[in-house]
C-alpha cells in the first residue's frame, strides 16, 4: 500500500507502519490477554507537503481478549476523541481496507473550526480523518498463537503529529522536522500555558473534592469572603472606605493656589 526505503543491506527495508508490532507482542505475551501500546518511526516514499513527510511517528494499540467486539472498538476511540478535542465532539467511521484488520474503518471527528458545517480546512466535508483502525485479522489472531473461534481483538493506528496539528492549529508538517526555534519556542510557550492553567484547575479540584469530604472539615459550609469596603452607610471590615478619607473630595493643588 505504500512505498519504502531500501538500505545498503538487501534484507533491511524501512517499515511503513507500526502495525508489524502486533504479531511480535502476540508471541511475546501469548497466551494471556493484551493491551499494549507501540510507539515507533515510520518511512514512506512519498512527496512531501504540508500534510506528509517521509519520516513520521506513528502510534499503534493492540487489544487481545475473549469477547471483545466491535462496539468496544468504537467506544474505546469515541471517549479518546472527546478526551482529546472535546466532549461533545462529533465522530464517525467509514468502512475502509487494511491487510491486518477485517473488518477495517478510518475514524472521522467533526472539524474544528467549522464544527462540521464544511470550510477550506475540511474540504467542504465537515469531517477530519484521524486514525485507522479495526478488528484483528483472524490468521494474525492464529500466527500470533491465539485460537480466533475463542480470542478476538481490535487495533488502531495514529499519527502524532497528524493529532498535534489538529489539536493545535498547526497547518505544516514539516514543521516539526525544520529545526525552527520560532516554532520550537512557540509550541513550548503555549505547552507550558495549558500546563499551568491544567495545574491549576487539578488544585481547585483537589481542593473542592476535600471540602464536599464527609465526615471531615469539608463537611462545613464555606464562609462567604468578607466585604473590605463600606457599603451603603455600613463601616467596611478589613480597610477604610477610601471615599471617607480626610480631604477625598478636596481639589489637588495646581499652579493657581502656589
Given at each position: ?9 538487501p534484507s533491511v527495508v524501512l517499515r511503513t507502519h ?113 486514525l485507522g483502525c479495526g478488528m484483528v485479522h483472524p ?101 477604610e472606605d477610601p471615599a471617607r478619607r480626610p480631604g ?11
Amino acid at each position: 500500500m505504500q512505498d519504502t526505503f531500501y538500505t545498503t543491506d538487501p534484507s533491511v527495508v524501512l517499515r511503513t507502519h507500526t502495525s508489524g508490532g502486533q504479531i511480535l507482542a502476540m508471541q511475546e505475551r501469548h497466551p494471556e490477554p493484551i493491551r499494549v501500546i507501540l510507539p515507533g518511526m515510520c518511512y514512506r516514499n512519498e512527496q512531501i507537503t504540508a500534510r506528509s513527510e517521509i519520516q513520521f511517528h506513528q502510534i499503534e494499540g493492540l487489544a487481545v481478549g475473549p469477547a471483545i467486539t466491535f462496539a468496544d472498538l468504537k467506544g474505546t476511540l469515541t471517549e479518546f476523541a472527546q478526551r482529546l478535542f472535546g466532549e461533545g465532539r462529533g465522530a464517525r467511521f467509514r468502512a475502509s481496507y487494511f491487510p491486518f484488520t477485517e473488518p477495517s474503518a478510518e475514524m472521522d471527528i467533526a472539524c474544528l473550526l467549522c464544527d462540521g458545517q464544511g470550510c477550506q480546512l475540511c474540504k467542504e466535508t465537515g469531517w477530519l480523518e484521524i486514525l485507522g483502525c479495526g478488528m484483528v485479522h483472524p490468521t494474525v489472531l492464529e500466527n500470533g498463537g491465539y485460537d480466533p473461534d475463542e480470542w478476538s481483538g481490535f487495533a488502531f493506528g495514529m499519527g502524532p503529529e497528524r493529532i498535534a496539528m489538529l489539536r493545535h492549529g498547526i497547518r505544516d508538517i514539516r514543521y516539526f522536522w525544520s529545526n525552527d526555534l520560532r516554532f520550537l519556542r512557540a509550541r513550548s510557550a503555549q505547552l507550558a500555558r495549558r500546563f499551568r492553567r491544567a495545574r491549576r484547575f487539578a488544585g481547585r479540584t483537589r481542593r473542592a473534592a476535600h471540602q464536599r469530604r464527609p465526615g471531615g472539615q469539608g463537611d462545613r459550609p464555606l464562609r462567604r469572603r468578607r466585604r473590605r469596603t463600606a457599603v451603603a452607610g455600613r463601616p467596611g471590615h478589613g480597610r477604610e472606605d477610601p471615599a471617607r478619607r480626610p480631604g477625598a473630595g478636596r481639589r489637588p493643588p495646581g499652579p493657581r493656589d502656589c
